[in-house]
């Protein structure tokens, strides 16, 4: 193992029900109902992969790129004002374990460079990951592998050492796309997510931890 390489939302953070809310209210002020199955569709995607969706099936008016810079900066403004927002339990450890034993770590989320910075800073982790890849950053999202493997490639190593730990089921076959390693933590009682093509599957961080990262290497 030569890397670790985290999603933010709903891996680092429980963001997801307050990016659900947000949404939810954002497509009723336009005027349109929006589905669960929508929601579960565009899971660990770009914010515009789905607003190009609705945009689509929705006949909305203004341009894509429109409705994705206000979301980018509410949404922002939202998270760095919430006071119940926190790191997930046992995260924070885990990072710390890995730190400890010199693993170099990375985010490559989904979300805007704005949204990520936000959560950096706010939770003061800026001095923890050596790279923090964006779905700005690249041209095709998840499912696709362009977002980790950039971060592999900013890190200086080779995919097929490192392990990417996901939430979602477009999270985890990029991952496996980019010949990485996946773990899928599964320990939110919302997440209703399909992570079987994970290589392992945990329902708490307290089941992980450097050694068992390093093990999934031993399977080959």
């Given at each position: ?45 770009t914010s515009l992969a789905f607003w190009t969706y609705l945009v689509r099936e929705f006949n909305l008016t203004q341009p894509v790129e429109e409705y994705v810079f206000k979301e980018k ?132 961080y307290s089941d992980l931890n450097y050694q068992v990262l390093q093990r999934l290497f031993e399977i080959e």
């Amino acid at each position: 193992m030569d890397a670790v390489i985290f999603d933010m939302d709903g891996t680092l953070l429980d963001t997801e029900p307050l990016m659900d809310v947000f949404l939810i209210k954002s497509c009723r002020s336009l005027g349109f109902e929006l589905t669960e199955s929508i929601l579960e569709q565009f899971r660990g995607c770009t914010s515009l992969a789905f607003w190009t969706y609705l945009v689509r099936e929705f006949n909305l008016t203004q341009p894509v790129e429109e409705y994705v810079f206000k979301e980018k900066y509410a949404f922002s403004e939202e998270l760095k004002n919430n006071p119940t927002l926190a790191l997930i339990e046992g995260v924070e450890a885990l990072i710390e374990e890995l730190l400890k034993f010199e693993v170099p770590l990375a985010i490559a989320s989904s979300a805007s460079r704005v949204r990520i910075n936000t959560i950096v800073e706010r939770f003061r982790m800026g001095t923890n990951f050596r790279v923090t890849i964006s779905g700005e950053d690249v041209e095709r999202g998840k499912p696709e592998p362009d977002i980790f493997l950039l971060a592999s490639e900013q890190l200086n190593v080779h995919p097929s050492r490192c392990v990417v730990i996901e939430d979602a089921e477009n999270g985890v076959k990029a991952a496996k796309k980019a010949g990485m390693k996946c773990v899928a933590f599964s320990g939110l009682e919302h997440n209703k997510q399909n992570l079987s093509n994970a290589d392992l599957i945990v329902n708490a961080y307290s089941d992980l931890n450097y050694q068992v990262l390093q093990r999934l290497f031993e399977i080959e």
